[in-house]
Structure formats: structure tokens, C-alpha cells
T-cell receptor
């Protein structure tokens, strides 16, 4: 069965600092990968999704970026964090043989 | 643009009572609908996935129905237990896209 690892679990960063969140998956090959953000009191917001190595689709953020250097690795980055980047970041996978999305444990990011 | 609504936002019931959670969506051209559970500070756990051609899915005490023409899905949890306390989210996937649209969730408290 699939397993999704995310690290770090929690992170406190000052405004303007860089960010790197990592997601790795096990037990599957060639999955679709997703980054979501869940802000306090709000629903899940899709940030990026990837259907393969080096293939990234961006949904919303201006100061965030994503990369997929390997089939089972998905990285979320920022050069300069904003206060509004605070939230709970979730990595998810889908497929290739199932339509169900499976979620990782998440990273809690607080920007001060 | 797909809008997904979950009402009520919160629900408190005594142990043993059946739970009924509602999800409505505005665009009936969906590929599937998923129900998730989220415990505080945790990632999402997939409960049930209903394909657009299906009317319902069952897993143990959980039953989810789908009425695509009216844009509604209902999650039934029979004989609720305190361990069922969590936030329940529904998500809709369109026919021609990978992206899920999430509702804001219903937070359930089951009182012992």
C-alpha cells in the first residue's frame, strides 16, 4: 500500500526567509502528486499538481513554487515567505491504478 | 467553477445516534465524489469514493449516496461512537481534470 512521508512536521519561519517542504511516497510508481494548503478556518486550497517528473501545474500562489525531481519526490519551495503563507501543507497522491487521493500527515508552517 | 457546500458546519450528537452529513455541488458534470475524514492536526483519510455512474457506496457503518442530477451526496454513519468525532470533508472531481474541489467540512462531535 502507498505511504506518504512529509517533513518537517512543524516549522516556524520568519517573514522573508526561504522554505523547502519535502514529500516522498512509497509503494507506488508514476502517481499524480498534489500540494494543498489548509489555512485556519478555510478549506483546502490546491497549490500545485504534477502528473510526472518535471511536470508541474500551478494553481494559485505567486511566491511559492514546486518541483518534482524524481518520480516519488515532490518539493514545495519559496524564496521569501509571507505571513499569509502560514498554514497546514498537505501532500497527496493519486493513481496510477486508483482514483482515490491519499494524503500525507502534513506540515504545520507558522510564519512570524 | 465548481462550488461545494457542506451543511451544517458543525454537529453534536449523543453516542448511538445516526449521523447524516450533507454535501452539495453546483456542476453535475463530475467524474467522482470522495468523502474524507480529518482528525485535528492530521492529514485526510479517504472514507469512500463514489464514481459518477454509481448511486452509493458502503463500508462498514458508513454509507454514501450520490444524486448527480440534483448535485447532492449524503454520508450516513450508523450508530455513532465517540471515535467518530472528526471533521468530514467531501470533494468533487470534474470529468476533464485532476483537480478536486473541496467543501469546507462538517465538524462532528459524538458525546459519550
Amino acid at each position: 500500500s502507498q505511504t506518504i512521508h512529509q517533513w518537517p512536521a512543524t516549522l516556524v519561519q520568519p517573514v522573508g526567509s526561504p522554505l523547502s517542504l519535502e514529500c516522498t511516497v512509497e509503494g507506488t510508481s508514476n502517481p499524480n502528486l498534489y500540494w494543498y494548503r489548509q489555512a485556519a478556518g478555510r478549506g483546502l486550497q490546491l497549490l500545485f499538481y504534477s502528473v510526472g517528473i518535471g511536470q508541474i501545474s500551478s494553481e494559485v500562489p505567486q511566491n511559492l513554487s514546486a518541483s518534482r525531481p524524481q518520480d516519488r519526490q515532490f518539493i514545495l519551495s519559496s524564496k521569501k515567505l509571507l505571513l499569509s503563507d502560514s498554514g497546514f501543507y498537505l501532500c497527496a497522491l493519486e493513481g496510477p491504478s486508483t482514483d482515490t487521493q491519499y494524503f500525507g500527515p502534513g506540515t504545520r508552517l507558522t510564519v512570524l | 467553477k465548481q462550488e461545494v457546500t457542506q451543511i451544517p458546519a458543525a454537529l453534536s450528537v449523543p453516542e448511538g445516534e445516526n449521523l447524516v452529513l450533507n454535501c452539495s455541488f453546483t456542476d453535475s458534470a463530475i467524474y467522482n465524489l470522495q468523502w474524507f475524514r480529518q482528525d485535528p492536526g492530521k492529514g485526510l483519510t479517504s472514507l469512500l469514493l463514489i464514481q459518477s455512474s454509481q448511486r452509493e457506496q458502503t463500508s462498514g457503518r458508513l454509507n454514501a449516496s450520490l444524486d448527480k442530477s440534483s448535485g447532492r451526496s449524503t454520508l450516513y454513519i450508523a450508530a455513532s461512537q465517540p471515535g467518530d468525532s472528526a471533521t468530514y470533508l467531501c470533494a468533487v472531481r470534474p470529468r476533464d481534470d485532476y483537480k478536486l474541489s473541496f467543501g469546507a467540512g462538517t465538524t462532528v462531535t459524538v458525546r459519550a
